[in-house]
């Protein structure tokens, strides 16, 4: 009897992929590529489950072409390439990889926040540039963090996990979310609820970490940004589209605030020409959870995900992050 097929969709950690090679025939991808459509619709048309990340768009017409497909185990904690809709009405279950990543997430929160408070980025390419001939007193003034009020927008896992480390530098916490949180964890996180108003008004440093949906795009623009202080950073490690990119950087260019830092761009891998153009800013390639230990903690959920969609392994039965659980329940 000839095994199920499973499709990677990317290279990674070949010791993890090899525990699917025991049930699955594995046809994993060699290099990191995007795939268009049609090619996604060809890699899967006899796929039994696949292993996708967030360039792979998975929609109902690419799943016309996957008659088979049974389980999707998406690389990352957001799903916004997965279609969950089309996905369910198909009876294919789909996981994605939450909670493996919070600390090393909110660890590159404040690596972010420092850098453009501090100038890191700007200095570095002055300094680069052969332009350090000696020091002046009064160069390269930045804003301090500790002691500083630390806001955040959308306080889930990763929020929380930010907020906590304030407690080091002794930076007062408020945040602003959908539903508030328990008391208990705010006492642990050592936050302050507050509406968003007071938030973008108070906030020395804003830290963003919502989900993106439809409803939350562009959640900051032109006049979130007005609202915040001039001394202000923002710093962006959610999703691309919460920010109004085009916004943030005629924002930057005015003094409208004084730095950010993002690691998530709207239509990313592409970067919004202007903000390219801007000093006060820090950008990195969506690298917010790239630590090794993190990377293969999350492709280890991936193939536990898999494993358990079919019977295997210590989560039988019972893929551990399954987003869309009543498809199994269904297909029982």
Not at 136 to 142: A, N, P, V, Y
Not at 215 to 227: M, P, S, V
Not at 285 to 311: C, Y
């Amino acid at each position: 009897m000839s095994k199920p097929v499973v499709w990677v969709s990317r290279p990674f950690f070949p010791d993890i992929v090899d525990r699917l090679r025991e049930h699955f025939d594995v046809r994993a991808e060699t290099e990191e590529r995007p795939f268009s459509p049609a090619e996604l619709a060809e890699r899967l048309a006899d796929a039994d489950a696949a292993i996708v990340g967030l360039a792979d768009k998975i929609d109902g017409k690419v799943l016309q072409g996957a008659p088979k497909l049974r389980f999707l185990a998406n690389l990352a904690v957001g799903y916004n390439n997965l279609d969950i809709d089309a996905l369910t009405s198909a009876g294919v279950g789909a996981s994605n990889t939450p909670d493996v990543l919070n600390e090393t997430v909110a660890d590159y929160a404040w690596a972010l926040m420092l850098a453009a408070a501090r100038r890191v980025g700007e200095s570095e390419r002055w300094l680069r540039d052969g332009q350090w001939h000696g020091s002046r007193f009064e160069g390269w003034l930045g804003a301090d963090v500790h002691g500083k009020t630390i806001g955040i927008l959308g306080m889930g896992r990763i929020g929380q996990a930010i907020a906590r480390r304030a407690s080091g530098f002794r930076a007062p916490v408020i945040y602003h979310n959908r539903s508030r949180l328990e008391a208990s964890i705010e006492r642990d996180c050592g936050a302050r609820y507050v509406d968003k108003a007071t938030l973008l008004a108070q906030s020395d440093h804003l830290i963003l970490v919502l989900p993106f949906t439809p409803a939350n795009r562009h959640t900051i623009g032109e006049a979130e940004l007005k609202a915040m202080k001039r001394t202000a950073t923002l710093v962006n490690i959610a999703r691309g589209g919460i920010v109004d990119d085009a916004a943030l950087a005629r924002a930057l260019t005015d003094g409208t605030i004084a730095s950010a830092a993002l690691d998530v761009f709207e239509g990313e891998p592409q970067v919004h020409p202007d903000l390219l153009k801007i000093e006060n800013i820090v950008l990195s390639p969506h690298i917010a959870s790239a630590s090794r230990d993190t990377r293969r903690d999350m492709a280890a959920l991936a193939v536990d995900n898999v494993l358990a969609a079919f019977g295997h392994g210590p989560h039988a039965g019972r893929p551990p992050t399954i987003l869309n659980p009543g498809v199994l329940a269904d297909a029982s």
